[in-house]
């Protein structure tokens, strides 16, 4: 059971502008709630079995519980009709997702480390919380402007997320899609969760693809482009772990990655999990940088 104050009525709701976006959770509109200005994300599909109300019950309580700074605050849900899927009720950000803010923009090196720090914070909540996204990219990172007027980057969406029972027990859902009908996220996945039947996410593949945001906010491009899925997996072993310093980097058009930024990413790029540093790692490191 869900607390009642969790449950949003679809009466409380207003729409504040005629505003849709869409992403891979579905749709997102922008609406009234109490005073505030939300995006209300529906999700796609028409129904839902027991079991995946049970599990989205779970991780929307968890969600709820986080209060972070670089971690979307969920509301609440919207589930007028159990037999189908539910809505999360967020706060609306008006510069959208940060590759979006970024695509018009020139970001200073200094914009570029605090954003980085900003998600590695948010990775690190998430992880003590045992919680890991599995979906890390910068579509899932958004821009929120504080009462200071500074922009502040949070994480969110973490509808593939994975949560931990044990230690030792790392993300044991298994994913229901065939390697051919995995999304826009593959490129930012790590080598063992390619390889995987189970296509398994852990602490350690999050800090893969939060290399790949480093590349990602620096660059403006996606992993990989123009690397077709079936080959994602050759182009990543070629070396120990891959570097940005390969052909790839030819097409950046003059934008250059921060060479402060190497060694990190190369840390996070390690093809054996094992020896990829932790999110609080990732943060101490970025901390001093300028």
Excluded at 19 to 35: H, S
Excluded at 125 to 153: C, F, M, P, W, Y
Aim: overall charge neutral.
């Amino acid at each position: 059971m869900l607390p009642s104050g969790f449950l949003i009525d679809v009466q409380a709701l207003q729409t504040a502008d005629v505003i849709r976006r869409t992403g891979g959770f579905g749709i997102i509109e922008k609406m009234a709630y109490a005073g505030l200005v939300v995006a209300v994300k529906k999700t796609k599909g028409e129904s839902v079995d027991e079991k995946q109300k049970k599990m989205f019950r779970r991780e929307a309580l968890l969600w709820r519980q986080l209060y972070h700074n670089n971690v979307v605050r969920l509301y609440g849900i919207l589930w007028p009709d159990q037999s189908e899927a539910p809505s999360l009720v967020l706060p609306w950000m008006e510069d959208g997702d940060i590759r979006a803010y970024i695509a018009t923009r020139s970001p200073s090196l200094s914009e570029i480390y605090k954003w980085l720090l900003d998600i590695a914070c948010g990775l690190y909540n998430l992880h003590q919380n045992e919680i890991i996204h599995a979906d890390l990219r910068g579509k899932n990172v958004l821009v929120h402007v504080d009462s200071t007027g500074n922009r502040v980057a949070q994480i969110t969406d973490f509808g593939l997320s994975r949560f931990l029972a044990t230690d030792s027990a790392a993300a044991q859902i298994p994913s229901k899609q065939s390697k051919s009908e995995w999304p826009g996220n593959y490129h930012w996945l790590a080598p063992e969760v390619i390889r995987s039947d189970a296509h398994t996410h852990t602490k350690a593949s999050d800090i893969w693809s939060y290399g790949w945001v480093c590349w990602e906010i620096s660059t403006g491009m996606d992993p990989l482009e123009g690397v077709p899925h079936g080959k994602v997996l050759d182009e990543l072993t070629k070396t120990p772990h891959y570097r940005a310093t390969t052909a790839v980097e030819e097409r950046l058009a003059g934008r250059k990655l921060p060479e402060s930024l190497r060694p990190l990413m190369d840390v996070c790029w390690d093809r054996r999990p094992e020896c990829r540093p932790d999110a609080g790692y990732v943060w101490r490191k970025l901390s001093p940088m300028p």
